[in-house]
């Protein structure tokens, strides 16, 4: 399928952010030279022996030492987590890590479905499947730095960069294994989770392997009135049914002349089921069925010449689906089966320019090449997209006088890309950081991007749901209908200009206070996006997403994606947090000769971070001839819950002898959504998760009694623990029956039990 009419009647030439490493975290339920090895910890199978405390490594940064595993980037870490940091979440998985911590390396620059720049001991990895191969033991420290150090490794300066330490020598195997349900019953969900990882300096190998299984939640677990009367409370699923298995594995070693390279792999498959309805035809069971296999390869090597650094990423991704509707509908639905392949090849350099007045320019360029392939064989789509891109970026200090105006970096960047079926892509970028007293930086930066539709946007098969109960919000009513989901072939390439003014203020030297403040305004046109509710006003704007029958009942709801004429967005986010270091215990002597004690040692620590988001506007017109909704303010096009204005994240951990903690409270404002003849108003809530863990190597009369557990950690969780549920009611005080408390939140208060052990 060919998009260059598409491509040509688009003139204008923004600048592209890039976005190298397009993988999908999924979230965890409850979440100078580079070198290769880590300086804070070394350890030996598994068990800790040397662990510098904070004062070391604030010494190391002060007088200019190099930290072995640091980033390429000149800008210091805004958070740091050690070691015990790490231990007081309580998570098995790197990837659990990255979604506990999301709140914090968020970025209101970047889009919604990407991930931030991960890199491992500072270098560059071939994608998150190379990453989630580390269990949490193998890492001695985790950095995350602004959105300004992603220059550094060809990506433009919209997503965070989060680098991971590796332990310099490691050999453990992990075996988890984790139990989790709602307090109300009615499903249970079980995980297990093993592999063997080996880390010995560049050397590295390891291989994982995890089975998951959930079972289905239905509408007669929970006191819900039903959507319609002729239907039984078990034809309707709240969960489905759900099955994973996962294995995968990497090798890293050393290669000639300094470089080192990795191998990884990974294969997936998952499987659901969920109930729908019973069929008015025959009385059977409606349901969908899902299926999905991915194959992941990944190839990474990174170098260094000299001062300067260079990498090559080989990617290769392949994922199966299948969607099945089972049951007697009334009408002939077919399988649909899709195919989507990726192929990338990308090359990234950083080397210094030359020496000016106040530091050194450098340079980062990158160049890479992808191949896409989307293939339906169920309707007969094959559509295919190359590309080839080129990017760069330029950092150069300002001519200022240090002494009297501090220090700054300006940095511009820019990306060109050419779509064999969009033609030409551009991105552009500016960035400058100012210092102007130690532990102030004040930061500006603006960029343009365009952002090509996806391919399964433009040809995803029409996928048919029927039976489906949602809130009319036009009429005011909870309905039941047949949803359509697909890709929509008149995309056209979507813009975005954003800027951005930010203040980081670390008050006191010795003390890791830190206060942060970021204003971020965003202006789109052409943004795509899916009217997935039926909201006032939609029926008129004419772009046929709503069929109703003679009465207006709503019988067919289409939700694939449009182009949105315009969009514009304000965001102020503030943050503070406060980072204490506990004291290590003094070992104990044993009582006779080869007994073993208590790991001894390791600083204990305990944070505190507080977090506020407020959206000062969120509008958009969904056509040029139509007005322009506020979705701050009543109106909305892709959720029955309002947005609020206001989100706080409190978040607080400790960890110390062996006992970690965590506790994270996120308050949502008040808000409210229009409707036709009415306005639903949503009360505010304050979502609680709390855990604690132990680990049994620092229980002495414990293990005296029980050597099995030895290195095993037991974690204990609770999610939304005050059960704090959004409450919607109309003007009369009454709620739909599609804004029932257990229909919008069925698992409500959860809990989960983890045993972990390492051999």
Same mark, same amino acid.
């Given at each position: 399928?060919?998009?260059?009419q598409?491509?040509?009647?688009s003139?204008?030439?923004?600048?592209?952010?890039?976005?190298?490493?397009?993988?999908?975290?999924?979230?965890?339920?409850?979440?100078?030279?580079l070198?290769d090895?880590?300086?804070?910890?070394?350890?030996?199978?598994?068990?800790?022996?040397?662990?510098?405390?904070?004062?070391?490594?604030?010494?190391?940064?002060?007088?200019?030492?190099?930290?072995k595993?640091?980033?390429?980037?000149?800008?210091?870490?805004?958070?740091?987590?050690?070691?015990?940091?790490?231990?007081?979440?309580?998570?098995?998985s790197?990837?659990?890590?990255?979604?506990?911590?999301?709140?914090?390396?968020? #970025?209101?620059?970047?889009?919604?479905?990407?991930?931030?720049?991960?890199?491992i001991?500072?270098?560059?990895?071939?994608g998150?499947?190379?990453?989630?191969?580390?269990?949490?033991?193998?890492?001695?420290?985790?950095?995350?730095?602004?959105?300004?150090?992603?220059?550094a490794?060809?990506?433009?300066?919209?997503?965070?960069?989060?680098n991971?330490?590796?332990?310099s020598?490691?050999?453990?195997?992990?075996?988890?294994?984790?139990?989790?349900?709602?307090a109300?019953?009615?499903?249970?969900?079980?995980?297990?989770?093993?592999?063997?990882?080996?880390?010995?300096?560049?050397?590295?190998? %390891?291989?994982?392997?995890?089975? +998951?299984?959930?079972?289905?939640?239905?509408?007669?677990?929970?006191?819900?009135i039903?959507?319609?009367?002729?239907?039984?409370?078990?034809a309707?699923?709240?969960?489905?049914?759900?099955?994973?298995?996962?294995?995968?594995?990497?090798?890293?070693?050393?290669?000639?002349?300094?470089?080192?390279?990795?191998?990884?792999?990974?294969?997936?498959?998952?499987?659901?089921?969920?109930?729908t309805?019973?069929?008015s035809?025959?009385?059977?069971?409606?349901?969908?069925?899902?299926?999905?296999?991915?194959l992941d390869?990944?190839?990474?090597?990174n170098?260094?010449?000299?001062?300067?650094?260079?990498?090559?990423?080989?990617?290769?991704?392949?994922?199966?689906?299948?969607?099945?509707?089972?049951?007697?509908?009334?009408f002939?639905?077919?399988?649909?089966?899709?195919?989507?392949?990726?192929?990338?090849?990308?090359?990234?350099?950083n080397?210094?320019?030359?020496?000016?007045?106040?530091?050194?320019?450098?340079?980062?360029?990158?160049?890479g090449?992808?191949?896409?392939?989307f293939?339906? #064989?169920?309707?007969?789509?094959?559509?295919?997209?190359?590309t080839?891109?080129i990017?760069g970026?330029i950092?150069?200090?300002?001519?200022?006088?240090?002494?009297?105006?501090?220090?700054g970096?300006?940095s511009?960047?820019?990306?060109?890309?050419?779509?064999?079926?969009?033609?030409?892509?551009?991105?552009?970028?500016?960035?400058?950081?100012?210092?102007p007293?130690?532990?102030?930086?004040?930061?500006? +930066?603006?960029a343009?991007?365009?952002?090509?539709?996806?391919?399964?946007?433009?040809?995803?098969?029409? %996928?048919?749901?029927?039976?489906?109960?949602?809130?009319?919000?036009?009429?005011?009513?909870?309905?039941?209908?047949?949803?359509?989901?697909?890709?929509?072939?008149?995309?056209?390439?979507?813009?975005?200009?954003?800027?951005k003014?930010?203040?980081?203020?670390?008050?006191?030297?010795k003390?890791d206070l830190?206060?942060?403040?970021?204003?971020?305004?965003?202006?789109?046109?052409?943004?795509?996006?899916?009217?997935?509710?039926?909201?006032?006003?939609?029926?008129?704007?004419?772009?046929?997403?709503?069929?109703?029958?003679?009465?207006g009942?709503?019988?067919?709801?289409?939700?694939?994606?449009?182009n949105?004429?315009?969009s514009?967005?304000?965001t102020?986010? %503030? +943050?503070?947090?406060?980072?204490?270091?506990?004291?290590p215990?003094?070992?104990?002597?044993?009582?006779?000769?080869?007994?073993?004690r208590?790991?001894?040692?390791?600083?204990?620590?305990?944070?505190?971070?507080?977090?506020?988001?407020?959206?000062?506007?969120?509008?958009?017109?969904p056509?040029?001839?139509?007005?322009?909704?506020?979705?701050?303010?009543?109106d909305?096009?892709?959720?029955?819950?309002?947005?609020?204005r206001?989100?706080?994240d409190?978040t607080?951990?400790?960890?110390?002898?062996?006992?970690?903690?965590?506790?994270?409270?996120q308050?949502? #404002?008040?808000?409210?959504?229009?409707?036709?003849?009415?306005?639903?108003?949503?009360?505010?809530?304050l979502?609680?998760?709390?855990?604690?863990s132990?680990?049994?190597?620092?229980?002495?009369?414990?293990?005296?009694?029980f050597?099995?557990?030895?290195?095993?950690?037991?974690?204990v969780?609770?999610?939304?623990a005050?059960d704090?549920?959004?409450?919607?009611?109309?003007?009369?005080?009454?709620?739909?029956?599609?804004?029932?408390?257990?229909?919008?939140?069925p698992?409500?208060?959860?809990?989960?039990?983890?045993?972990?052990?390492?051999?």
């Amino acid at each position: 399928m060919s998009r260059g009419q598409t491509s040509r009647s688009s003139k204008r030439l923004s600048w592209l952010k890039l976005s190298l490493m397009g993988s999908s975290i999924s979230l965890a339920a409850p979440f100078t030279s580079l070198a290769d090895t880590g300086a804070i910890e070394t350890s030996v199978n598994g068990k800790s022996d040397i662990t510098s405390d904070e004062r070391v490594l604030e010494e190391i940064i002060v007088d200019g030492s190099y930290l072995k595993g640091s980033s390429l980037s000149e800008y210091e870490p805004e958070l740091v987590l050690t070691e015990s940091d790490i231990a007081a979440y309580g998570v098995s998985s790197i990837g659990e890590l990255l979604s506990i911590i999301q709140v914090e390396t968020s #970025s209101g620059k970047q889009r919604r479905s990407e991930p931030p720049v991960v890199l491992i001991n500072g270098r560059r990895v071939s994608g998150f499947r190379e990453l989630d191969n580390y269990p949490v033991e193998s890492l001695a420290r985790d950095e995350v730095l602004p959105e300004d150090a992603s220059l550094a490794y060809g990506f433009t300066a919209n997503q965070r960069v989060i680098n991971f330490v590796l332990k310099s020598d490691l050999q453990i195997i992990p075996i988890n294994t984790r139990t989790q349900a709602p307090a109300g019953g009615g499903t249970l969900s079980n995980t297990v989770d093993g592999s063997r990882v080996f880390i010995d300096g560049n050397n590295r190998s %390891t291989i994982r392997a995890k089975v +998951s299984e959930s079972s289905q939640l239905t509408e007669r677990e929970r006191d819900i009135i039903p959507f319609a009367s002729d239907q039984p409370r078990d034809a309707r699923s709240l969960l489905p049914s759900s099955e994973l298995f996962e294995m995968s594995g990497l090798k890293t070693m050393a290669l000639p002349d300094g470089a080192i390279g990795t191998f990884s792999a990974r294969f997936e498959r998952s499987e659901s089921d969920f109930l729908t309805a019973l069929s008015s035809i025959d009385g059977t069971q409606l349901s969908q069925f899902n299926r999905s296999e991915t194959l992941d390869l990944g190839v990474t090597i990174n170098s260094k010449l000299a001062a300067n650094t260079w990498s090559v990423l080989g990617n290769y991704s392949q994922t199966d689906r299948d969607v099945e509707n089972r049951g007697t509908f009334g009408f002939d639905i077919s399988p649909v089966k899709t195919s989507t392949r990726l192929a990338t090849l990308d090359a990234n350099a950083n080397f210094s320019l030359f020496e000016a007045d106040n530091g050194p320019v450098t340079f980062s360029g990158a160049l890479g090449v992808a191949s896409e392939a989307f293939e339906s #064989s169920s309707d007969q789509i094959s559509i295919s997209r190359e590309t080839a891109y080129i990017q760069g970026a330029i950092s150069y200090p300002l001519p200022i006088d240090e002494d009297r105006w501090g220090r700054g970096t300006l940095s511009v960047d820019g990306r060109q890309s050419n779509l064999s079926d969009l033609g030409s892509l551009s991105d552009f970028g500016v960035t400058a950081n100012w210092i102007p007293v130690e532990g102030v930086t004040l930061t500006y +930066s603006w960029a343009s991007e365009d952002i090509a539709p996806t391919l399964q946007e433009f040809a995803l098969p029409a %996928t048919l749901s029927p039976n489906r109960s949602f809130f009319d919000l036009t009429r005011s009513e909870t309905v039941t209908a047949t949803l359509v989901d697909g890709g929509n072939s008149d995309l056209q390439v979507a813009s975005r200009d954003i800027s951005k003014i930010g203040l980081v203020w670390k008050p006191w030297e010795k003390r890791d206070l830190t206060f942060s403040t970021n204003y971020i305004a965003a202006e789109g046109a052409n943004e795509i996006r899916s009217f997935s509710v039926p909201a006032p006003g939609l029926d008129a704007l004419g772009l046929n997403q709503v069929v109703r029958d003679p009465a207006g009942e709503i019988v067919l709801l289409d939700r694939t994606p449009v182009n949105i004429f315009e969009s514009e967005t304000e965001t102020l986010r %503030t +943050s503070l947090s406060w980072s204490i270091p506990i004291k290590p215990t003094r070992a104990k002597a044993p009582p006779k000769p080869g007994a073993k004690r208590r790991k001894s040692g390791r600083p204990g620590s305990r944070r505190l971070s507080l977090i506020h988001r407020w959206e000062l506007a969120n509008e958009l017109r969904p056509i040029a001839s139509a007005g322009t909704l506020d979705l701050l303010d009543g109106d909305t096009i892709d959720s029955i819950l309002a947005r609020p204005r206001h989100l706080v994240d409190l978040t607080y951990y400790q960890w110390n002898n062996g006992w970690g903690f965590y506790g994270s409270a996120q308050y949502r #404002s008040s808000s409210a959504l229009t409707t036709a003849t009415d306005e639903l108003e949503f009360s505010d809530t304050l979502r609680v998760i709390l855990s604690a863990s132990y680990e049994f190597n620092y229980a002495d009369k414990v293990l005296d009694r029980f050597p099995i557990l030895e290195e095993t950690r037991l974690t204990v969780g609770i999610a939304n623990a005050l059960d704090d549920i959004v409450s919607v009611t109309d003007s009369r005080g009454r709620t739909p029956l599609a804004y029932q408390k257990d229909v919008l939140d069925p698992v409500g208060l959860g809990w989960r039990v983890e045993l972990r052990k390492r051999f």
